[in-house]
C-alpha cells in the first residue's frame, strides 16, 4: 500500500505542472487543439464517408454453427428450398426451424459438430429425440442480421433473381463455398448497385414481363439501331426507383 502512495506522488506532480503551464500558456493551447482538430477531423471525414453503411466482410457468430458449405456445398441443397421467398417476393427471408427439422429429424450428428450444434435444433423445435415428439416448448432461434440496407433503400429479391435473372453468387458470393460463418460478399453501397445496374444488359428477349417496353425502347433507338438495353436504359439509376 505505502509503496503504491510513494509511486503516485511524482505522477499527481506532473499533472499539477502540466495543469499550471496549460494556464500560462492558454493561446499555445488554442492554437494546438485547433490543429489537433483539424487533422482528426479530416481522417474522421475520410472515415466516415468510406464507412457508412458498410460492413463487407461483416460474419458475426450465430446461435448454430451453420455451414453453407456443407449444406448448399456438400450436400448440393438448392438455395431457394432454404430461402425460399426470395423468388416470390421483396426478402429472401431466414428458414424457420421446421424445414431444419426436414431433415434433422433423421440426422442428429454431424462430421465436425457430433451432436452439439443439431441439439440446438430440437431445443428450438421443442423436440425430444429420445421420446421422438414435440413434447417441449418451441424457442426461436435468435439469428444474428448480415445484411441490412438502410430504411431509405428499396431493394426486391424476385425483381433481381426472377424478372433480372441474376444469380444468388453474383451479389452474395460463392455461398457453396463459405463455412460457418456466413458472411457479407460485397459492401452494399449505393456506388455497389449503380455500377452493376450501368454495365448489366436486361435480357428482354423471350421474357414476358418485358415484351412491351422492349418493342418501345427498340423503337426510341431505332435511329441508333440500338437493340440491347441496360438496367440504366430502363430507368434503373432514377433515385425514385431505390429512394421512397
Ligand atoms: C439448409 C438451409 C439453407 C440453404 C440450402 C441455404 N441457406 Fe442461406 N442461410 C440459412 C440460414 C439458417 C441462415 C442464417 C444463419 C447464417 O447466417 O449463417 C442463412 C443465411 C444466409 C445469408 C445471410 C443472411 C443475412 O443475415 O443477411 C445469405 C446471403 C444466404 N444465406 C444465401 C444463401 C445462398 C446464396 C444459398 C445457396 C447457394 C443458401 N443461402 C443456401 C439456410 C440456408
Ligand atoms: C435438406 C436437408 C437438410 C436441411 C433442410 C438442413 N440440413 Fe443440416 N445437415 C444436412 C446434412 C445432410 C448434414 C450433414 C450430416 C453429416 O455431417 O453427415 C447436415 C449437417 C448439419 C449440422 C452439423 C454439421 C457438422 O458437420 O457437424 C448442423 C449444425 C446443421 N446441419 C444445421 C442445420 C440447420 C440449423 C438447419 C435449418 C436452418 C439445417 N441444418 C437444415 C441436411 C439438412
Ligand atoms: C442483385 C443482388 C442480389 C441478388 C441477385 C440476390 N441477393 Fe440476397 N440480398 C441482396 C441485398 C442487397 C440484401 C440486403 C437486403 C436488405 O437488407 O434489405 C440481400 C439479403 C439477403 C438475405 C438476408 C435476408 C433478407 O431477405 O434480407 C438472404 C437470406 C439472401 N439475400 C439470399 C439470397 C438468395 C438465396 C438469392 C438467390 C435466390 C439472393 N439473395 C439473390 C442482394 C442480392
Ligand atoms: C448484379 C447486378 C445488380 C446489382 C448489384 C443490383 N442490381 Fe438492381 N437490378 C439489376 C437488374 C438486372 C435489374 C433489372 C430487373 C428489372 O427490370 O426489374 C435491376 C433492377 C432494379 C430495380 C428496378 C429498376 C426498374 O427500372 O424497374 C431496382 C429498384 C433495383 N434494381 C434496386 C437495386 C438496389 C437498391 C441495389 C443495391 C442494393 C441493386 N439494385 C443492385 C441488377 C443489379
Ligand atoms: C440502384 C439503386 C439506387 C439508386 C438509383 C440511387 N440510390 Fe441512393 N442509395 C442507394 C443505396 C443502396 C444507399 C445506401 C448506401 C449506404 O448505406 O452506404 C443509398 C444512399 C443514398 C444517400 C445517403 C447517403 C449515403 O451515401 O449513405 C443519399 C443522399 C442518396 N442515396 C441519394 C440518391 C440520389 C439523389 C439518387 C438519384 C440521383 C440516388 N440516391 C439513386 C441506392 C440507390
Known sequence: MEREGKDTLPDVSHWDAFKDWVSNNQTKVVVMCLILVLI???DGFHALKDNVGVYQGYAPEQPIKFSHKIHAGQNGIDCVYCHHSAEKGKTAGIPSVNVCMNCHKAI???KTTGTAEIAKIYEAAGYNPD???YDKPEKAIKWVKIHNLPDFVYFNHSQHVV???QECQTCHGDVENIGYPMRQENDLTMGWCIDCHRTTGVEMADNGYYDKM???LKE???AEGKTTFTVEDIGGLECAKCHY
Open 108 to 110: 442428429g450428428e454431424g
Open 40 to 42: 482528426g477531423g479530416k
Open 131 to 133: 421420446s421422438q415428439e
Open 214 to 216: 422492349h418493342a418501345e
Open 163 to 165: 424478372v433480372g435473372k
Open 220 to 222: 426510341k433507338y431505332a
